[in-house]
């Protein structure tokens, strides 16, 4: 599994097996939280199995959520870089395993491979980046524009072909409007315009992108 991440996937045979060692594994359900906001930074978590959303929250209870991460992708580099406490919480969006390693093995890693640490930093530009273009879709996207781009961000990492995408991720309607800044209700009223106009069909928490291309186009991308 870790042979398998961008981070660590450059590591020769023996170093990947000492950072396992020093790992563990754990398994969350559906709505559990991996660490809350605020929490030490201790740890990176290599998701094995499942889905989890990084989710920043204000002090009056209102969730944003940052990304969704699947098989092989990491969260809590920042932490691990800086030490300080988590600046968002992570929650498991369906049944999940993870592996948790310790940020002294993982500190140990990038000292000893600068392609390790290479990667951490690429990641963590990418952030910058990702947190920018949300930023902007804020600013310059309607709400119509910043769900359909939240829906072919989504297809991205699921599609099969660029025809009929089926999204069966178990992510909820709140959520996509966690992740657009927007009421539930709202969000539900653009689903089911885009609906009305072909674009989508949705049935409960699935959602089938019928015209990718014209959902592209509405979210000026």
Same mark, same amino acid.
């Given at each position: ?65 940052? /990304?969704? $991460?699947?098989?092989?992708? =990491?969260?809590?580099?920042? #932490?691990?870089?800086? &030490? *300080?406490? %988590?600046? +968002? ?75 009929? /995408?089926? $999204?069966?991720?178990?992510? =909820?309607?709140?959520?996509? #409007?966690?992740?657009? &800044? *927007?009421? %539930?209700? +709202? ?35």
């Amino acid at each position: 599994m870790l042979g398998s991440t961008r981070f660590f996937g450059g590591l020769d045979q023996p170093s990947l097996l000492s950072l396992a060692s020093a790992s563990r594994q754990r398994t969350y359900g559906r709505g559990q939280y991996l660490w809350y906001q605020g929490d030490a930074g201790d740890q990176l978590v290599v998701v094995c199995k499942g889905m989890v959303k990084v989710v920043l929250t204000s002090e009056g209870g209102e969730e944003i959520v940052l /990304v969704t $991460l699947g098989r092989y992708d =990491s969260v809590g580099e920042l #932490a691990i870089l800086d &030490g *300080a406490p %988590r600046s +968002a919480s992570v929650v498991a969006v369906e049944a999940t395993t993870v592996l948790m390693l310790p940020r002294a093995a993982v500190l140990e890693v990038m000292a000893a491979h600068p392609a390790v640490l290479e990667a951490v930093l690429c990641s963590l530009g990418q952030l910058v980046r990702r947190l920018t273009e949300q930023t902007g879709d804020l600013v310059f996207l309607d709400l119509g524009g910043r769900v359909a781009k939240v829906l072919v961000q989504l297809a991205r990492s699921h599609a099969q072909d660029d025809r009929h /995408v089926v $999204l069966d991720v178990g992510l =909820s309607q709140s959520d996509i #409007a966690a992740m657009v &800044g *927007a009421t %539930r209700p +709202a969000v539900n009223r653009v689903l089911q315009l885009l609906a009305s106009r072909g674009l989508i069909s949705v049935n409960g928490r699935v959602i089938v992108l019928r015209d990718p291309p014209a959902l592209r186009r509405r979210a000026g991308l």
